[in-house]
T-cell receptor, first 116, second 113 residues
C-alpha cells in the first residue's frame, strides 16, 4: 500500500522567504508527526497531531514555525522568514492511533530544505 | 534533558564479521525503537522493543533491551553489503500530551568485501 508521501522532495529558497512543506500520511492513520533532521544528526521532534489538533507542539523551535492539519489527513508545515539555520531535511511520520507506547511511526522520504 | 547516545557513530566492517551497536539513554523508558535509513531515503522501522529483556531478531540483525542498564544493542551477524546504512535508536519518553521519540545521532555502517 501507499506509504507516507512528502512534497516537494527538495526546496531551495532565499533567506527571509516563506515556505510550505506538505505531508500526506498513510490512509487511516490518525497521528501525524513532523521531525527535522540536520546533517549527521538523528531526527528531532517538532510537532504531533492527533486528528486535526496539534496535541504537542513543544518541539517547534520558535514562532516562525507553524503546522496545520485541517481535515485530519494532509498536514502542512509552514516556515516564515526563513533563516539559513532552518536548512535541514524535514521528515513526516504517521502512526495508526497515536504516540501510545509501542505504536510504530512510519516515515516519509522527507523534504530537503535549503535556505540560501 | 534526555540523552540518547549511540556507539560507535561510524563503523566499517568486513563481510562475514559480527559486530554490536550500542544505544545508551539517560532516563527511564521501557520502549525503544530501531530504524534503518539508506542515503536519501526514508527511515524504515526495524524493531520495536516494549519491555525489559525484550529480544527480537530479523535475518542477520538482533536487537535487545535492558531497561535497568538503560541500554539497547543491535547485533549484526555475518554482515553482508546490503546492511550498509545508518541505524538509529529512538527512545520513547512522556512529552506534553503523550509520548515523543528521542533519536540518537545514528550509526553509519559500511560493510566492505
Amino acid at each position: 500500500g501507499a506509504g507516507v508521501s512528502q512534497t516537494p522532495s527538495n526546496k531551495v529558497t532565499e533567506k527571509g522567504k516563506y515556505v510550505e512543506l506538505r505531508c500526506d500520511p498513510i490512509s487511516g492513520h490518525t497521528a501525524l508527526y513532523w521531525y527535522r533532521q540536520s546533517l549527521g544528526q538523528g531526527p528531532e521532534f517538532l510537532i504531533y497531531f492527533q486528528g486535526t489538533g496539534a496535541a504537542d507542539d513543544s518541539g517547534l523551535p520558535n514562532d516562525r514555525f507553524f503546522a496545520v492539519r485541517p481535515e485530519g489527513s494532509v498536514s502542512t508545515l509552514k516556515i516564515q522568514r526563513t533563516e539559513r539555520g532552518d536548512s535541514a531535511v524535514y521528515l513526516c511520520a504517521s502512526s495508526f492511533q497515536g504516540p501510545r507506547r509501542g505504536d510504530t511511526q512510519y516515515f516519509g522520504p522527507g523534504t530537503r530544505l535549503t535556505v540560501l | 534533558e534526555l540523552k540518547v547516545e549511540q556507539n560507535p557513530l561510524f563503523l566499517s566492517m568486513q563481510e562475514g564479521k559480527n559486530y554490536t551497536i550500542y544505544c545508551n539513554y539517560s532516563t527511564t523508558s521501557d520502549r525503544l525503537y530501531w530504524y534503518r535509513q539508506d542515503p536519501g531515503k526514508s527511515l524504515e522501522s526495524l524493531f520495536v522493543l516494549l519491555s525489559n529483556g525484550a529480544v527480537k531478531q530479523e535475518g542477520r540483525l538482533m536487537a535487545s533491551l535492558d531497561t535497568k542498564a538503560r541500554l539497547s544493542t543491535l547485533h549484526i551477524t555475518a554482515a553482508v553489503h546490503d546492511l550498509s546504512a545508518t541505524y538509529f535508536c529512538a527512545v520513547e519518553v512522556p512529552s506534553n500530551s503523550g509520548y515523543a521519540l528521542n533519536f540518537g545521532k545514528g550509526t553509519s555502517l559500511l560493510v566492505t568485501p
